[in-house]
């Protein structure tokens, strides 16, 4: 299994919990959006910058968020290239 394979699937599975998860639907819309984002700039530099504002949207739904975070953790360390 490759690793882009694995961040794939890790950012699928946090689109599905937002998806399913019953937040209003503006917040919902804007953390889909920075997901896409860290999506596209995934193995780059910008996908530090991308974490931190999904982050930082993500704040009132650590319930829902929190079990991702150590998989996105693991995407930081591909991304300083």
């Not at 953390?31 to 984002?37: C, S």
């Not at 700039?41 to 982050?55: G, M, Q, S």
């Not at 650590?62 to 079990?67: A, D, L, Q, S, V």
């Amino acid at each position: 299994m490759t690793s882009t394979h694995v961040d794939t699937s890790v950012l699928t599975e946090l689109r599905r919990a937002i998806e399913k998860s019953g937040i209003e639907s503006s917040a919902q819309a804007q953390l889909l959006v920075a997901i896409e984002a860290m999506q596209k700039a995934h193995n780059t530099p910008r996908f530090v910058d991308h974490y931190k504002e999904f982050i930082a949207l993500a704040a009132n739904y650590m319930t829902i968020i929190g079990p991702f975070l150590p998989a996105l953790s693991d995407l930081l360390r591909g991304s300083h290239s």
